[in-house]
């Protein structure tokens, strides 16, 4: 039953987050809903940390409020799913399928060798108290910023408590080899067989065979990853040659995706 319940509130959150995903494009570009649940995904990422800060300045990241947050992220996902995002259900199972192979991964690895020392403390602060000031005088990890610990605050929910804390990585890491998974059977890039196709085909094998255990995800992986995405896009666009008009839609992507990279870690 610990089990059931386990995954019932992980993929609540990662249906959560498509339908944040799905709100941001509506604002955004309603081309985006052209693209594949990897980078709706990611999007969802880009707002809920947006939330996560702004809402810290108020309140804690208590029970009351992450189920507030994550019932609206539901509601978001079955209207824009249904109205807009039509004729999708196999797009669905992939996703399933994706998030299901890596999640092996939060059974059998232990967690990153900072978790303990300053992530699962920073981020249980989130959750217990809303913002504070001076933090860092009282031990030195506290002075290390990553947006990754403000959406880690938002999956402290009943049952599970702590116990998701570590899921981010894997959620953002599943995105970016969704994405990936998608390029590389899209029927337009098997049919030319180019750089891109080869490209994005060597960049999963990559990632998949680098995540052989969880406790090599700091805060460093998930934004390794999604650089991946960001070179082959940018490439994509450089191949394209076209007018600004014609790659507009690629290029804000490639500028959200960059601002989260940088709130990830600032050195990326």
């Known amino acids: 039953m610990e089990t059931i319940l386990f995954l019932t509130v992980y993929f609540t959150i990662i249906f959560s987050i498509l339908g944040y995903g799905l709100f941001f494009a509506k604002l955004i570009n309603a081309d985006f809903f052209q693209l594949n649940y990897g980078y709706l995904g990611l999007f969802g990422v880009c707002f809920l940390i947006f939330v996560s800060y702004t809402t810290h300045l108020f309140f804690s990241h208590g029970y009351i409020h992450n189920i507030i947050i994550h019932s609206v992220g539901i509601l978001f996902f079955f209207f824009f799913h249904t109205q807009l995002k039509k004729n999708s259900s196999k797009e669905l199972k992939i996703l399933i399928f994706v998030f299901l192979i890596f999640l092996i991964a939060i059974f059998l690895s232990k967690n990153n ?6 992530h699962f403390p920073y981020v249980l602060h989130l959750v217990q108290n809303k913002l504070q000031f001076g933090q860092g005088w009282f ?22 408590e702590y116990y998701l804390f ?3 990585n894997l959620i953002i890491f599943s995105f970016v080899n969704l994405i990936l998974f998608k390029n590389i059977f899209n029927k337009k890039n098997i049919e ?3 750089f891109i196709f080869i490209l994005n085909l ?6 998949v065979t680098i995540f052989n255990r969880l406790a090599d995800f700091g805060t460093d992986k ?6 991946f995405v960001l070179a082959i896009m940018s490439l994509e666009i450089l191949n394209k040659k076209n007018e600004f008009e014609e790659i507009k839609t690629e290029l804000q992507i490639l500028i959200i995706l960059l ?6 870690k600032i050195y990326f």
Request: aromatic share 22%.
């Open 259 to 264: 601002l989260l990279l940088i709130t990830l």
């Open 139 to 160: 031990q030195s990890g506290y002075r290390h910023h990553s947006s990754l610990l403000y959406f880690n605050s938002l999956f402290y929910l009943p049952r599970v």
């Open 222 to 227: 998930a934004g390794q990853a999604i650089v």
């Open 202 to 207: 060597f960049s999963l094998i990559y990632l």
């Open 192 to 194: 030319n067989f180019n």
């Open 166 to 168: 570590t899921s981010s």
């Open 113 to 118: 060798e900072d978790f303990p020392y300053y």
